[in-house]
Nanobody
Framework: QVQLVESGGGLVQAGGSLRLSCAAS????????MGWFRQAPGKEREFVSA????????NYADSVKGRFTISRDNAKNTVYLQMNSLKPDDTAVYYC?????????????????WGQGTQVTVSS
């Protein structure tokens, strides 16, 4: 079992930046692939980014490619999402997720543990 707690969300103007953090409790954090998903009001949860257990491979949704960067620090049991050049369309609740097995997957159903989410609001 792993518990995930996101932080770093907030209100930012378009063009601004935020860094989300996801702190994991429990052992074996380095065995999990980690992902970020988001859900806007009235929309389905969508994939944003993911990183393998070692951090050697990452994946991004086309909508955030070149603007967002995922990283992890296994010594701190934490995964990050640096979000730059934010747009109003990025407004959503952002969720951190962990997947047993260490490999990247793009669908939410393939993740085993979830955080409670953190709100990101980008004003125009």
């Amino acid at each position: 079992q792993v518990q995930l707690v996101e932080s770093g969300g907030g209100l930012v103007q378009a063009g601004g930046s935020l860094r989300l953090s996801c702190a994991a409790s429990g052992r074996s954090f380095s065995r999990y692939a980690m992902g970020w998903f988001r859900q806007a009001p009235g929309k389905e949860r969508e994939f944003v980014s993911a990183i393998t257990w070692s951090g050697s491979s990452t994946n991004y949704a086309d909508s955030v490619k070149g603007r967002f960067t995922i990283s992890r620090d296994n010594a701190k049991n934490t995964v990050y999402l640096q979000m730059n050049s934010l747009k109003p369309d990025d407004t959503a609740v952002y969720y951190c997720a962990a997947r047993v097995g260490g490999l990247i997957r793009l669908t939410s159903s393939e993740y085993d543990f979830w955080g409670q989410g953190t709100q990101v609001t980008v004003s125009s």
